[in-house]
């Protein structure tokens, strides 16, 4: 299963992996949010959860209309959750190594890896200097793989996709192969491309044989058959899948898909048992229902629901439609678009990448520039507490000096040699004029 924002969460790793995942992906996780984290054990699910330290009271207004929207349910407003023996990959956006190890160190006896995510072309990602934002900058590249690498006792590998050229791309997987990463995933696609546009197969098996280590496929998998045709077609060691595992998550099984009534059944007894935010269900639930039968009386009726029995009332209505029950049906027919045909938007996407670009890198030279002064300013301060101590070291033997000589030992009153300076302060000083307000 790979890694999906919004998705990925624990109901739908655990449904992938009883249709038959043999690794799952946790959604991306920025790595700010994850160190503002605790280790939890909940005891009532089972689970490892990663609850944020501090809690921000909310106005009783706010309160009121969040009591309202749960509706007397319990829902877990967990980071990250998981539980003891679950094959998952940890995904964490990051744009700075220092900030990369804390937060992986906070997941890292709970986790089986660490991925660093390299390949999404959101602006959010980008203009942060996460995401595809950090193919622009090998050096930030290498800095967080080694330092991970180095400190971590668990595998540590990256999703990255593929840039403009086969020479560029090449390049950058043989620079994170020299970080010491154990596996790269790669996603079939340009920066530029989106999931309208097919993925470009071809270009991922010369990879592939430039590379010792393990290659995992990303890209247009939407039936267990993909899997071993996108296996063959690349050479990959093994092979992801992300929108189609969404639709419909049985495509791990391989006897077929099931009819989505089942699917989005499964999920969401499974959401309840482990009190998932209704929210994230629901977003999860109309994906698979959407994808399927956008302008069917079920999915219109889940889009109106306010509580997990509305979710399951549009079911019924989803049952009761013959076009979702009907086999010829199951295998969601996905439309493509020639890249050709699709110029313009292409170019107005690499427009828009490019000025999200520019922000992130200005983003990441300006934290380098910062944490250089920083350690600067620390390396004076420790020097200058040096010179300090030493000049109040002197300070202190001379007024036990002049203390042992008395206050007469300048030929003059202690007195007048005390009052002479400060005449002279308040003479040189101009008169200041009472303000008014």
């Known amino acids: 299963l790979a890694p999906m924002v919004r998705a990925g969460t624990l109901p739908l790793r655990v449904l992938a992996r009883k249709y038959g995942a043999d690794m799952v992906y946790s959604e991306e996780i920025v ?89 999404c072309p959101k602006h959010f990602s980008v203009h ?40 560029a791309t090449l390049d950058l997987v043989r620079l994170i192969e020299s970080c010491g990463v154990q596996a790269i995933g790669i996603h079939a696609r340009c920066v530029h491309d989106r999931p309208r546009h097919r ?56 006897e077929g898909l099931l009819p989505v009534y089942d699917v989005m059944r499964d999920y969401i007894d499974i959401a309840e048992r482990y009190a998932n935010p209704f929210k994230n269900t629901k977003y999860v639930a109309l994906q698979m229902l959407g994808a399927q039968a956008p302008k069917s009386e079920a999915y219109k009726r889940a889009q109106v629901s306010k509580e997990p029995k509305g ?55 300006a934290a380098r520039k910062a944490r250089q002064e920083r350690e600067a300013r620390e390396a004076r301060e420790e020097g200058k507490e040096g010179v300090q101590s030493h000049a109040q070291m002197d300070s202190a033997k001379q007024s036990e000096e002049e203390r042992e000589r008395g206050p007469g030992a300048y030929g003059g009153g202690g007195k007048e040699l005390e009052e002479a300076p400060q005449q002279s302060a308040s003479s040189s000083q101009p008169s200041k004029k009472k303000r008014r307000w």
């Not at 930030?140 to 840039?163: E, F, G, H, W």
């Not at 678009?337 to 890198?361: C, F, M, T, W, Y």
């Open 199 to 254: 993925a470009l197969v071809s270009r991922v098996k010369p990879l592939v044989t430039a590379l010792s280590i393990p290659v995992i496929y990303n890209g247009d998998v939407f039936v267990h058959e993909d899997f071993r045709t996108m296996a063959e077609a690349t050479g990959s060691d093994s092979v992801m899948a992300a929108r189609g595992a969404l639709w419909n998550p049985s495509l791990f099984r391989p």
């Open 31 to 119: 790595d700010h949010a994850i160190i503002a984290t605790e280790r939890v054990e909940n005891k009532e699910h089972q689970t490892v959860d990663f609850m944020p330290k501090t809690k921000v009271p909310l106005s009783a207004s706010k309160q009121r209309k969040r009591e309202k929207r749960r509706r007397g349910r319990r829902e877990n407003n967990a980071k990250f959750r998981t539980y003891s023996g679950e094959p998952v990959v940890f995904q964490i956006g990051t744009n700075d190594p220092v900030r990369a190890l804390r937060g992986a160190q906070v997941v890292e006896k709970d986790v089986c890896a660490i991925d660093v995510n390299m390949g």
């Open 128 to 167: 942060a200097g996460m995401g595809v934002g950090l193919l622009s900058s090998p050096e930030t590249i290498a800095d967080i793989l080694k330092t991970l690498v180095r400190n971590l006792s668990v595998p540590v590998t990256c999703k990255i996709r593929l840039k403009d050229s086969d020479e």
């Open 311 to 365: 979710l399951l009332d549009s079911l019924t209505h989803c049952k009761e439609e013959l076009s979702l029950i009907d086999a010829r049906h199951y295998q969601i027919g996905v439309k493509f678009v020639d890249r050709k045909a699709d110029a313009d938007n292409i170019d107005r996407n690499r427009r828009k990448h490019i000025k999200s670009l520019k922000e992130g890198l200005a983003r990441l030279q």
